[in-house]
């Protein structure tokens, strides 16, 4: 029996444009997958796929014991956090983080509970009335990410989030994700044009060119390797020895 938080990718095969994406990719439940390579490779489509945003030509995908290939994004035991657009503008930073537990914000004292505790774990006790553009970048990702702890899903999967912060906050970010995957048990997988997060916070790491993952390993022996030209080329590009 699989646990919750592992995902199977098997066979999957998708098609946009003129490029064919093929993934075979196998995560254990409760690991930090951190998902590198250049531009247009096709991580983020690998993650949309996971999420249920597109659905795949040929192939399965399995979360825990479920197939979850027909499923719609809603019914999947994933949240997604991604660069822009986590928040509604009109909405305070109490009712953005609400709306993971119910979407039509009926909360009632328990929910209420759980939502304090939220923000307080990434930091924005005090915060609940602001609106999103009252806070700086930093705050928003932090919002973003009390919802998904209300949502209480094991996959969280995290699509550039923090690319707009500065190296410092960004660290930050991802440290406060790693202690938060550790204390709920959850499956991360990160998609990152900065090697240097797949660094500090990933225990594996994947290389993802041309639609397809070239190699996954542990991130250190990832990034020790001298027999795939393909990554030796992108880490040449990103300045990282």
Known sequence: MAEPGAIVLDGVVFRYEDMTMSFDLVVPARAFLALI????????????????????????????????TDLAPAARPVTTLFQEHNLFAHLDVA??????????????????????????????????????????????????LARSLVRDRPVLLLDEPFAALGPALRREMLDLVQDIRRERGLTVLLVSHQPEDARHAAAFAAFVQDGKILRMAPTAELFASDDLPELSEYLGVSGVK
């Open 37 to 68: 390579g250049p531009s247009g490779a096709g991580k983020t489509t690998l993650l949309s796929l996971i999420a249920g945003f597109e659905r795949p030509e040929r192939g399965r995908v399995r979360i825990g014991d479920v197939d979850v």
């Open 95 to 144: 009712a953005n983080v609400g709306l993971g537990i119910d979407p039509g914000l009926r909360l009632n004292t328990a929910d209420h509970a759980r939502l304090a505790a939220a923000l307080a774990r990434v930091g924005l006790a005090g915060l609940e009335h602001r609106l999103p553009g009252q806070l700086s970048g930093g705050q928003r990702q932090r919002a973003a």
